[in-house]
């Protein structure tokens, strides 16, 4: 034992290396040096937590100071001392991607609000389409409020107020919004609606009611339903307000009567009826008329819906519209919308659509309407569409021959077969010395779908003489410059060629092919114009297809 009396704290030298087993003395001694040691660990514990404590004191501390000086910092950020012409750039940016911005743009800070506030061009346009906010009557009357005198455009989807709770909210959500549109319709250059057929007459009553709306330029109203649905709710009576610069008028799944619609006529440039039920019904007259009625027609898309439809006034001089570019008829009975042709002079009409929907077809022995229009109007036709109307082939050939501006050709339940595709196959032989020969020099793109009197193999071979690039201006003169004068005959035969060449153009190049629902095809065709797709485009030339065809039942898809 030590001088002091205390027991000693550490064992004799090297009794941890020994394996001896310590006596009753030595183990007293040992349990004393753990007690200890246990003691000193709980202190040091102790000391550890206090001085994890004032750690984490200081670790809010500064967590707290830098807090303080972001707030500090956001208040010198460029950002706030940007121009503000930069500045209302910006939000325009926010805005083109996202119409719903200014409001959040408004929420980032006084300077940004003030900004927001009075940019008015940034609360022109309105568009309320794929959700509304929680309180939409609110929202919309500050929005209106905000653009101060600007024009307007708005757009609107009323079935989607009924995703809010409370079915009385929404009805009086759109009826109270739709009396702030009427309210500001002097100020509307563009409306876009979607409504239910339930509130399309109310509605349209209150519209009508207003003075008159000089700024508007584009009218959309759809009913929402699946293709081809007419609304059978009582049609639309009363018409739009006076709108002198009206261009634009689209109606899908409306129900309307003409005499509500013709007060609008005069001022189109397009015209949209699609899944419409006239009130008479739309007729090849109506037709008739509406081009009569609009002298600066561009675009007319029509329904026609009357079973067994006839030209009722067969006396009517013909309509010339040189401003008329693209028209489509779409016949939702087995009607041939032919006649129509017979009555208009549209030189200038580049795109031409003819449609028996609902996969119905017509047979009609003799169809002159065309190859006719075409002669009398001089048009550069680039895109001819047919479907459901099954024609002789010499008069399919016959109206072909005309279209030498033809690019795109469409036929749906057509009677097509091999000789009409044989007589748009070119053949340098025959062709080259009679270019008449050669149906739609132009021809780019080819759908056919439901077309099943051709064979394969004539539609493989067409394709394959429109595809290879034969010979190209100048390239072969040059090499033959370079030959030896006694292959001079050569020289002379390939310059013979390039004078033809420049004579006689060989055809433009196809671009684009699809087929769809015609048996003809099988896997052996698809696979060889496909082969051709990918020389054509490693020639330079882009050759995209789609060609589906059915094996055993199964329908199979081919895509290039």
Not at 16 to 44: C, F, M, S, W, Y
Not at 409 to 423: E, P, Y
């Amino acid at each position: 034992m030590p001088i002091n009396g205390r027991p000693s704290l550490s064992l004799p030298p090297g009794i941890l290396q020994t394996n001896k087993v310590p006596d009753a003395r030595t183990l007293t001694r040992i349990r004393t040096i753990i007690g200890h040691k246990e003691a000193q660990i709980e202190t040091l514990l102790e000391e550890r937590a206090r001085a994890c404590a004032i750690v984490a004191a200081l670790d809010k501390k500064i967590e707290n100071i830098r807090k303080d000086i972001k707030e500090h910092q956001a208040l010198t950020t460029p950002a706030r001392r940007l121009p503000l012409e930069i500045l209302f750039e910006i939000f325009h940016h926010c805005k083109a991607s996202w119409p719903l911005a200014p409001p959040v743009l408004a929420s980032v800070c006084s300077r940004w609000r003030a900004a927001a506030l009075s940019e008015s061009s940034l609360w022109q346009s309105l568009s309320l389409t794929k959700q509304w906010p929680a309180h939409p009557v609110e929202f919309v009357d500050a929005w209106l409020q905000r653009s101060k005198s600007k024009p307007l455009h708005l757009s609107f989807n009323f079935s989607q107020v009924y995703t809010l709770n409370n079915i009385d909210d929404a009805q009086y959500s759109v009826e109270s919004v739709w009396q702030l549109v009427v309210e500001n319709i002097h100020r509307v250059k563009s409306l876009d609606v979607i409504v239910s057929d339930t509130h399309l007459a109310d509605l349209m009553e209150r519209l009508g009611e207003a003075e008159g709306a000089p700024l508007l330029q584009n009218f959309n109203l759809e009913i929402p339903g699946p293709p081809g649905c007419f609304s059978s709710k009582a049609p639309i009576t009363k018409s739009l307000p006076p709108a002198p610069r009206l261009e634009i008028v689209r109606l899908t799944g409306a129900s309307i009567t003409w005499d509500a619609l013709k007060p609008s006529l005069p001022s189109l440039r397009r015209l949209t009826l699609m899944d419409v039920r006239g009130h008479p019904p739309c007729s090849m007259d109506a037709c008739l008329d509406v081009i009569n009625l609009c002298p600066d027609l561009e675009y007319l898309r029509m329904p026609l819906n009357i079973l067994h439809d006839r030209i009722q006034n067969r006396d009517r001089p013909v309509i010339r519209r040189p401003s008329l570019k693209e028209l489509i008829l779409e016949c939702y009975a087995p009607i041939d919308p032919g006649p129509i042709l017979d009555y208009v002079n549209l030189p200038n009409l580049r795109s031409l659509s003819m449609s028996i929907l609902g996969g119905m077809s017509i047979s009609v022995n003799s169809w002159p309407h065309l190859s006719e229009f075409v002669t009398r109007s001089r048009c550069p036709l680039e895109d001819l569409s047919i479907s459901g109307i099954l024609v002789q082939n010499d008069h399919i050939q016959h109206t072909l021959k005309s279209l030498s501006s033809l690019q795109g050709l469409t036929l749906r339940f057509s009677s097509i077969d091999d000789d009409v595709l044989a007589a748009l196959t070119y053949c340098s032989r025959i062709h080259d010395t009679d270019p008449s020969l050669l149906l739609c020099p132009k021809l780019r793109r080819i759908e056919l779908e439901h077309c099943h009197k051709f064979s394969g193999d004539a539609l493989v071979k067409m394709i394959r003489s429109r595809t290879d690039k034969l010979f190209v201006p100048g390239k072969r003169t040059a090499a033959a410059a370079a030959a030896p004068k006694r292959y001079q005959w050569i020289n002379n035969r390939l310059e013979a060629i390039t004078d033809i060449n420049a004579t006689y153009p060989r055809p433009s190049n196809m671009n684009y092919l699809h087929v769809d629902f015609c048996s003809p095809i099988r896997a052996n065709h698809c696979t060889q114009i496909n082969t051709l797709c990918a020389a054509s485009t490693a020639k330079g030339f882009g050759f995209n297809s789609k060609l589906c065809f059915y094996e055993s039942g199964e329908r199979y898809e081919m895509a290039r």
